[in-house]
C-alpha cells in the first residue's frame, strides 16, 4: 500500500521552506515516497499528516513474536498471496496442544524441547506448546501452565483459554516469556486485552468468521492494543482454504488494517495421517500458526519439510557446504564422485548413490547453488574450478585411485579436466542421477 | 461495519476433460476459480486419484509399498481389479514400466496386450503410461492407443521429443493425452501449442508440469502449477487452460524418508508412517496449488487424501 508523493504532498504544509534539506515540498514529499526521508525532518508537519503517514508506511501484516530468547517464533509480516510473486516472509510455526487434564504433560513438553532436526544446513523444530484449559479450572491450568514451563523453558507457550482467570493464573509461570493468549471472545475482550497488555502476551481474537472477527480487532486496535492473532474458528480444509485466503487478501490486497494480522488455526483429526495432510493445507493457504493434537515424529518430519519447500526464496536456491561427503561405508578403493552443491542436486544425487548401495565418495562443490548445468552454462563448472577445488579439498587424501567420476551432463570437460588433473583419470558417469545405481554397480563388478 | 469478501474476477477457466466411459467416467478441471475458491466462482469437479498398477511385477518398490499390494501384484490384471473392487479406486494408471529398455524391454506388442487384458478386466478409468525412455515410448504407446480405442484413455506422456507419434496415435484412436515438459511455465505452453498444430483438440489435453517428491523440490512444481493456473484464469491463455495431474508415486518412493530403518534414523519416527505420509503430504501440498489429478500408489496415502479432498468440499 506504497503512497506515491503526490498523495503525500496534500498533507505537507506547502510553504517550501527548505527546512527539511529538500528545495520544496513536493520534493520532500518524493523522497518520503521512496522511503529516501522522514516525515521527523519536518518542523511544521501537523499532527494529521504525522498520523496518516504513520499508518500508510505501517507493514500490512502486523509481527507477532511469542516466546523469548534465541528460540522465540517471529511470524507475520506478509506481504504476497504466491510465493512466485515474492518470498513469504516468517515461516509459520507450530504447536502441539496439550490438555491440562493431561496425566503426560512433562513428557509431551519435553518431546516439543526435543523436536529440533537439521534439514538442508538449518535447525527447525516444532516452536509451541498451547496448553489447553480442558478442565476448566483456573488452578488446574495454571498447574498444567507451570508443568510445561519447567519441563520445556525455552519453548513459546500458548494459554488456550477464554477464561481470563484462568489465564490470569497461569500468566505468572510464562512472565517474561510472551505467550500467545488465545483468546478473546466478544464478551472478554476488554478483559483479555488488559490481561495481555500487562503481560507483554499477544492475543488471538477467535470468532466464527471473518466479521466477528474484525469487530474485536478494531476494538483492541482502539484500545491501543494491536498485538494480534486472529483465529476465525476455520478448522475444515475448505474454511481455512476460504478464510484464510480472504484475510490475506484484505490485508495486502486492500489494506484492511482490522484483518492485518497473523492468523491461528488448529489442524486437528483422529487420524494422524489425514491430521498431517490437513495441517499441509494450513501450511501452504497462509496459517501463521499451526497447532497439532500429536507430534510424532514422522509426522513433523513431513511437515517440517513442506513449510521449509513453502517458505524458500525461489530466488536464492538452497545450498549444501562444499565438502566431500562419504556415502555409506566408503573406502580408499570406494569410487568418486564430484557434484554441485545446489541442494535439489545434492539430496538427488546424494540418494540415488544410497540406493545403489555401493559406498562412495561425493566431492560437493560450491557454484553458488547452481545445478550442474546451470553452474556449467555460467562458467563456475568449469574444468579449472573443478581442477582446483579437487586438489584443494583433499578428495585425494580418501581414495587410493585417482579417478574422478563427472556428471555426464559435463561430458565436455573431461579432457580439459584431464590436463588440469595431472594423473588423475576422469570418468563420464550418467545424465540422470537415476542411472547412478545400474553404473556404479556396473562398475563394482566390473573392478 | 460488515466484511466486504474481496473477489478476484476471473477472465478465463480450466478445461474439463472426461476420462473413461460409461458410468464410472471421471470428469477432471472444469473450474473457473483458483483452487476450491468456489465463494467467487464455480468448481464443479474435486481433484480425482488413481492409483498406479505396473506391467510388471514391482521389486524395485520399496518393502512398505510392497507389503500394500502382496499377492496382487506380480499380474496386472490381478492387481488392477484389486485396487477398482477392494480398494474402491477411482482410475487406474497403467505404468508400462516393463517396457523400457534397462528392464524388461518389453515390446509393443506385449504393452498391446496388457493393455487388452488390464481393460477387460475393469471399467473405471484408465491411464496408460510409458516407461518414460522417450523413443520406447512413442512406439509403445502407439500400440496402446490402438488397443484401447474406444475406452477414452488418458495416454502418458507425450514429450517434446516424442509427441508427434503419440498424438497421432491418440487422435485415431480417440484418447486424451497427457503432456509433459520439464518444470517450466513456458516449456509447458509450448508443447500445447506444438500438440494443437497437428490438430489435437486443446480441450482433450491433461497438462503435467514435471511433480517433484516434498523434501526434493516440490516447490518448483508447486510454483509452477500456481503460475499455469493463473495464467489460465486471469489471462485467459487457453494453452494454459488443460487441467493439471501431477503423477507423484514415482517420485516420493525413491526417497530416502520413505526408505530409511528408524534405527539408522531415530529422528525420522516410525518408517510405514512416515513413508505413507510422505506420499499424502506431497499430494495435499500439490492439491493447494491446483492439481485435478493424482497417480498415486499406497492405498493408505490414497486414501488420507481422500479425506483431505472431501473436507474440502
Redesign the interface.
Known sequence: MALSGVEIFKHLPKTNCKKCGFPTCLAFAMKLAAKQASLDACPDASEEAKSFLGAASEPPMRAITIGAGDKALKVGEETVL???EKKFVNPCGFALAIKDTDPDIEAKAASVAASE?E?VGQKLRVELISVLNTSGDPAKFAAAVAKVASAAPEVGVILATEDPAAVEAALTHVSGKKPLICGANVGNLEAMVNLAKYAGASLAVRGNG??AV?EMTEKAAGMGFKDLVIDTGAR???DM??QF??IR??AV??G?KSLGYPVITCAFHD????E???A??AI??YASIVVLSDI????T???I??R???Y?D?QVPMQVKQDVYKVGDAKAESPLLITTNFS?TY??VL?EV??AKVPSWLAVMDVEGLSVLTAWAAGKFTASKIAQFITESGADQNVSHKELIIPGYVAVLSGALEDKLPGWKITVGPREA?ALP?FLKNKAAAA | ???V??K?TYNGKVFEVEVGTGPKAVKIGGENT??????EGGMPNMPAVAHEVQDVAPDDWPETLQAAYKGVSSDPVTWAKHCQDELGAQAIALRLIGTHP?RQDRTPEDAAKTVTDVLAAVDVPVIILGSNHAEKDAQVLRAACDAAKGRNCLIGKAQEANYKTIIAAAMAAGHKVIAMSDLDVNLAKQLNILITQMGFEKENIVTDPMSSA???????T??VM??IR?AALMQNDATMSPPMLNDIGMYVW????TMAAEADL??????E??A???E??T???L???GSNMLIMRHP??I???K??IA???
Open positions: 504466491f510465493r512466485h532436526i534439514r471473518i466479521d474484525i475444515k480444509a475448505k482454504v476460504e485466503t480472504q487478501r484484505a490486497k486492500k484492511v487420524d494422524p495421517l489425514v498431517q495432510a490437513l499441509a493445507v501452504a493457504k510424532s515424529k514422522w509426522k518430519l513431513a511437515l519439510a513442506l521449509q519447500n513453502i524458500t525461489p535439489l539430496f538427488i540418494g544410497e540406493n537415476n545400474a | 461495519m460488515a466484511f469478501v474481496p478476484e483458483l483452487p476450491f475458491l468456489t465463494f534397462d516434498l523434501g526434493y523440490g516440490i516447490e518448483y508447486y510454483s500456481e503460475r493463473a525413491k526417497v530416502k524418508e531415530p529422528e525420522w519416527g516410525t518408517l508412517d512416515r505413507i505420509g510422505w499424502s503430504t499430494a495435499a501440498g492439491i493447494m496449488a493408505k496415502a486414501d488420507a487424501v479425506k483431505v473436507d474440502l468440499a
